[in-house]
Each structure stands twice: as structure tokens, then as C-alpha cells.
């Protein structure tokens, strides 16, 4: 497993709405093979960057907080790789991670892990690691309802994300 870091982009995120916006940027980056690890406290928006990656793929049904099932296959309606949305918050380790068989789909979909870090970088040698952050002292970041900026750094790790240009790539209108 490599751990070499390719390039990584940094973007502040306004509100919720934008979030999803730059979720649907990244989907353009994403193809059948990839994973990616969402990280971030709880309330950061994961959920909804996977939400927005779900829209930018065209893929079916809402991407949500698992309340019960822990992983989810969200197939494609536009002939490309269906969603694998993996919630891993209540998982204990690697072991039960195992119990999910994500290898089986690995090759075919997009892999997307929240709180996955620590437990899921064997699945394959590259990911894209995304970091959100809730800037403590912004104003609103308290409010659950209201809208607060984030930040969001997303790193490319292995050759698959060699010579991308992140930052470029995502700044490209949806
Ligand atoms: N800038 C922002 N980016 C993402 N979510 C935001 C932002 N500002 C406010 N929110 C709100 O924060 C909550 C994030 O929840 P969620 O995406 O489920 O987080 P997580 O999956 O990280 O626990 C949502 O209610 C969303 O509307
Ligand atoms: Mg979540």
C-alpha cells in the first residue's frame, strides 16, 4: 500500500448548498474503482458532499445518514458506476469492516467511506482523502439549522491521482 500524496486542493465551503455543489464537482473526477474516505466530526457534512457525489454520478435514490444499514448500493442511471455509501461510524474495527465485503463491488463502483480512516485505506492502493472541517469560532457554527462555513482539503493518494490537478478539475461549473 502506498501512502505517497499526489496533490491536494483546499476550498472553503459557505453553506450546505455549496457543499453538495462541489460534491457534484468531485463526482467528475470519480470513476469505477475509486475510493474515497470522508473524515470530519460529526455534523461536519459528509453526508452531504456524498449526497451531492450521489447527484453528480446519476445515481438512484437520496443519499442519507444510514440510520440502520451501515452500507449501501446506490446503482447508476446514467451508465456509469453505481455508489457504494458506507457509513462506518458504528463499526468496531477492521474486523466488521470485513463483514462488509467491500471488495466484492470495489472494481465496479465508487467506494465512499465516512469515518472509514484507520479502517478501510487496505480496500486499495489510492484514495482520495477528504477532510472536512467546522472552523470552531465561525459564527453559526454552532446552529445545526443554519448555514456555517467549512473546509474542505481533498488529497489524491497513489498513482491513480497522479499529475490531476485537483483544484483545476473541480472548479469547472456543474
Ligand atoms: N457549509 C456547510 N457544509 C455542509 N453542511 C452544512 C454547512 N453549513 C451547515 N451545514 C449543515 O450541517 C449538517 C451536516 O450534516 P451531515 O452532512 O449529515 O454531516 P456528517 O455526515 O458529517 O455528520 C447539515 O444539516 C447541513 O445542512
Ligand atoms: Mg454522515
Known sequence: ????????????????????????????LLRAGDLVLLTGPLGAGKTTLAAGIGRGLGVRGRVTSPTFVIAREHPSLAGGPPLVHVDAYRLGGVDEVEGLDLEASLEEAVTLVEWGTGLV????????????????????ADRLDGDAPREVVVTGVG????????????????
Do not use: H
Request: without cysteine; hydrophobic residues 40%; proline residues 3%.
Open 1 to 28: 500500500m502506498t501512502t505517497r500524496t499526489t496533490g491536494s486542493a483546499t476550498w472553503a465551503v459557505p453553506g450546505a448548498d455549496d457543499m453538495a455543489a462541489l460534491g457534484e464537482r468531485l463526482a467528475l
Open 121 to 140: 485505506e487496505g480496500l486499495a492502493d489510492d484514495r482520495l482523502e477528504v477532510v472536512i472541517s467546522r472552523p470552531e469560532g465561525a459564527a453559526g
Open 159 to 174: 498513482n491513480r491521482w497522479d499529475g490531476i490537478d485537483l483544484a483545476a478539475t473541480t472548479q469547472r461549473e456543474v
